[in-house]
């Protein structure tokens, strides 16, 4: 039987384009972001967290909060790819011998005592360590050489940040003050007149005080406004110095307090605290100074997110 010729020419041409099919058929692993043309795949993001985490987790993985950790990993992940390209841009380098050393320094004891973990284990965690800690030193290298030295905190700037501050920066009055609580008005009745008739404050209190410390004699510290019961609060502060008070109730007992010196509200001293606020701008301006680099990074190397990819990944769609 002879089969027409347009049968068969149309077979072969099927034939030809399911084997074109087949060969050029390729299937790109589950991607999540592609930071400067390169993929950052799910399977990588899998092993940093595995490699973080350690392999016991007690996190359910289907989890909300395990999704959310995930998440935080990708992001941290574009993030170092980003900073280490802007490193090698700027031709930031680090001796080898420098990062063996910052390794000893943080891990060498932990692994003398890992004996049951496997050699073959061990030796390719210290090395995606190593791997880790170079790029953190890199990063760092980074910062200190090309950002962080052009930041200035003006003296003006510490000036206007301590108009700002500096009523909270007040030191409040304060006290200090001793006490003996004891359980009953016998008690207390007892303990007024010990202390009546001269015997030392500190020594009744640890013969006969109920709290805590009256192992120190009674001796609470300097205490400021608002940290005791109101009725207490008051009297605190409007008893005059080593005037002994009558027995005062309250839930945990009858208190007998004395005041043994008292320090005045103070407003800060501008110098005392220059250095402390110029610091605290220092810092704010680091963490301004790395955002905005972020932002430059993000345009200068394209970052890119697949839009097939949810953050419980790794289900794709």
Known sequence: MRVPLPIIIAFLVAGSFAGCEKRYETKEPPWYARVDGKAISIKEIEEEMRFVTGEAREINPESEE?????????????????LLLEANRR???LADDKVENRVKELYADLWKEEPTTSRTKQARDQKRLRKRIREEMMVEELFQKELYPRILVKDGEIREEFEKVKESLKTP??????????????????????????????????????M???DRGGDLGWVHKGKFPEFLDKLIFELPKYIINKPVKSPYGYHIIQIVKHRAASASDFEMV????????????KQEAE????EQLHRRYEVVYNPNVTVAFPEVE
Do not use: H, T
């Open 291 to 294: 955002e905005n680099l972020m």
């Open 274 to 285: 220059k250095s402390q606020l110029e610091k605290r701008l220092f810092d704010r301006k």
């Open 212 to 214: 805590p410390e009256k």
């Open 66 to 82: 395990w999704n959310a950790m995930r998440k935080a990993m990708a992001e941290d992940l574009i993030r170092r790819k980003l």
């Open 91 to 93: 031709n930031i380098a």
């Open 173 to 210: 009055e304060q006290v200090l003050v001793r006490q003996i609580v004891v359980e009953n008005e016998e008690d207390a009745a007892s303990a007024l007149r010990r202390l009546y008739r001269g015997e030392p404050f500190a020594k009744v209190a640890r013969e006969v005080s109920i």
